[in-house]
Structures are given as C-alpha cells and as structure tokens.
C-alpha cells in the first residue's frame, strides 16, 4: 500500500477577528459576501493554490461554522484541515494557529481571511520565493497615492512614497524561523513579517495583487462584492485562433461631486467628472474596447444604470469584472492603449501609477498617453474629458 507524504507546506487562516470596523455584528470572517462568507471566499483561494495543511483560526464560539465553510471550499482535501479556537488578538491567534501545524512542515504562510479574493498564484509566489532560500517573504503592491503627513488636521510634510509598499497576505516563512520569533515575542506586532524582523530576520517581497485588498469597511465589502459576483460563461462568436482588436471610447464632463478619478488614480485638488460611477474616463474607455474585442457588448450592457451596485464603484471594480466576462468568453487580454485627451490634470508626472493601477486591475499591460486639443472642442474648453482605447485579447 503506498504512503501519501504529508505536505511540506501550511497556511494558517486567521478569521478571529471582531469585524467593529465592518459594522457587523458578527466576525468579520462569517459576514456574507454573495452566496458565502468571508472565510469560504478565503478558503476557495488557500485550496486552488499549492497542496498545504491548512488551519483555520476562529472563535471559540464560530469553530462549528468555520468547519462547514473548510469543508465545503476543501472538498477531498477535508483531511488536511485544523480548525482550532483564536486568542484576544491577532498575534495570540496566529500562535493558536503555529501550535497545530503538524511537524513535518517546513513552510508556514499566515493568511487573513478578510484578504478574501486573494488570487492563487500570490500563494504560489510566496511559497516559491521560500522554497528559493528567502527566509521570510510578503507580497507587497507600490504605494500610488499621494502621501502627507498630518498632524491636528494640518499637512506637515509631503511623504516620498518611491521606498514605500502597502503589505498584503498570505506572508512567508520557514517553519524555524517563525517558530524562533513567536518564541521571543515580548510585544504585539500588526503583522508577522514585523514580528520576523523585529527577531533579527530579514524580510523579501513578491509582488502582491489588487484583489488581495483587505475587507475593513462597508465600502471594502461594497467592493468585494462586486469582484466576487459569479460570472456565467458566454460564447457570443465562434472563436478563432488570431488576435481579436477592439475600440472604446468615453467622455465625461467636469463637474461631479467629491474627488476627481481618473485612469485608476484620484487627484486631489481637481475638480470632479460627472458619472453613474466615479465618471473615469479613462477606464470606461478601455472596458468598451475589450469587450468589443471580445465581442461582448460595451459598457451599458454590463455596467449600465440598470446595475446600482455600480454606483460610485472606481476603476479596478470595473477592470477586474471586465477581465473575468473576457477569461469567461475563452479568451485573454494581451494589451491595451488608451490616449487621454484633457487640459487638465496634468499626465506626465503620474503616467507610470497611472499604467501601474490600471494593469494590475486589468491583468494586462495597460499603455497610457495623453494630449491636449489645442484649445479646439469641449475639452480644448475645459469642459470635460475625453478617452480613447485600442485592445487586443487572444484566445485563451
């Protein structure tokens, strides 16, 4: 009879916590998202990525709750599920988690469940970069936003973000070296890649995901909703082994309420567009020409003012569900250029973030320009904006 090896690999899902922020009245981890929870969403990603022990970390009065949602996202991997009870913070429940993880694994990863839609290849990343000699790794995105520091409602100083990265889960780590740091732990640390470091240990990164954002607020739910609504597959032409091209365009006038979005960037001190959403031309503009290459409709079909969940939604919320119908149609996006035509806001000194955010949510590299009219039009005026984008998707 032969002997199937335990894995080398455990994840431990943390899902103790409180959800105060979330403004449930429940924990954060047993909220519905959709048809499920926080944690099966969670768990629908732990068990597509590499074969791992997993543990599941709750409270002590969700344990039974916890366990139908693993068994359910686990299926004929039930075998390789612990469920045990949290302690009073999230440092004690990852200890809770550390003391069932079974003897021969070498590779630890602790992932929260509120990071519900993380993908599965961010878990193949981190295990790989362990496996690869990197004693600690967390995957971490480039800060794109405007940073200040405030002190009593006023700005201090301007914050140069070039050095800085916003850290996600799952984080990695050899099985020792974890072990080694939860044994000297003399304080709380708000991640385990700080803990690790505070031990002496350096710490790596691989990139992270967008869709592996944290689901804090109502709004973080709002969102995740919206990405995690299921897609049903749809054929509408025969496929063809060539590339398929498509064109969007979108225009939006000045005026809006709130801040000003555009190409998956918010710039303080604009004024605002008009829109059912945030009114970002730019991103509208490429979902109608990859939908149009995929042959899929265009924007008011699929994101139109019959669809209120929509309302106010920004750039990756649309990108990340356009990438899904595509990848549902059979194919895949290969890339996309988009021009700007607007006096203002001024492109040239965040084109790259601009190119960085809108790729990332679409999956696709994303090449953004930007021009002026001369003065002529409604956007020569200063009226508005206008968008224009050429895609090509594949077949898959």
Do not use: C
């Amino acid at each position: 009879m032969s002997i199937i090896a335990a894995p080398r690999v455990a994840v431990i899902v943390v899902a103790a916590g409180s959800g105060t922020r979330l403004g449930a009245d429940m924990p954060k981890a047993f909220v519905g998202l959709g048809a499920h929870t926080i944690l099966r969403h969670a768990l629908a990603g732990v068990f597509a990525g590499p074969e791992a022990q997993v543990v599941i970390v709750a409270p002590e009065d969700r344990l039974g709750d916890a366990r139908t949602d693993a068994d359910e996202a686990a299926g004929s991997r039930r075998d390789l599920v612990s469920v045990v009870a949290g302690g009073a913070t999230r440092q004690a429940s990852v200890a809770a988690g550390l003391h069932a993880v079974w003897p021969d694994v070498e590779i630890v990863l602790v992932h929260d469940a509120a990071r519900a839609l993380t993908p599965p290849d961010v878990f193949a990343r981190v295990i790989e970069a362990v496996r690869s000699g990197q004693d600690a790794v967390l995957p971490v995105l480039p800060v794109v936003d405007t940073l200040k520091k405030v002190a009593a409602s006023t700005v201090v100083a301007a914050v140069d973000r070039a050095d800085l990265a916003a850290a996600q889960t799952p984080q990695g780590f050899r099985r020792d070296i974890l072990d080694t740091a939860y044994g000297a732990a003399g304080a709380d640390f708000t991640d385990d890649a700080a803990l690790v470091q505070h031990a002496g240990f350096p710490v790596f990164t691989v990139p992270g995901d967008e869709r592996a954002f944290k689901i804090t607020t109502p709004a973080d739910l709002q969102r995740a909703a919206l990405l995690a609504t299921p897609v049903t597959p749809v054929h509408p032409f025969p496929r063809v082994a060539a590339p398929r091209v498509g064109v969007g365009t979108d225009v939006h006038a000045f005026g809006g309420e709130g801040a000003l979005w555009l190409a998956g960037l918010e710039w303080p001190g604009e004024v605002a567009l008009h829109g059912h959403s945030d009114g970002d031309a730019v991103a509208h503009a490429i979902v109608d020409a990859v939908l149009a290459a995929a042959g899929l409709g265009d924007i008011g079909t699929h994101f139109g003012t019959d669809h209120p969940e929509y309302a106010g939604a920004h750039a990756d919320a649309f990108l990340g569900r356009t990438r899904e119908l595509v990848e549902a149609a059979g194919y895949r996006i290969g890339n996309v250029s988009v021009q700007v035509q607007a006096n203002r806001p001024r492109f040239a000194a965040r084109r790259v973030d601009a190119e960085q955010v809108l790729s990332t949510a679409l999956g696709a590299p994303v090449a953004v320009s930007a021009t002026t009219t001369d003065g002529l039009g409604f956007t020569g005026a200063g009226e508005g904006v206008a968008a224009f984008a050429v895609a090509v998707v594949l077949p898959a």
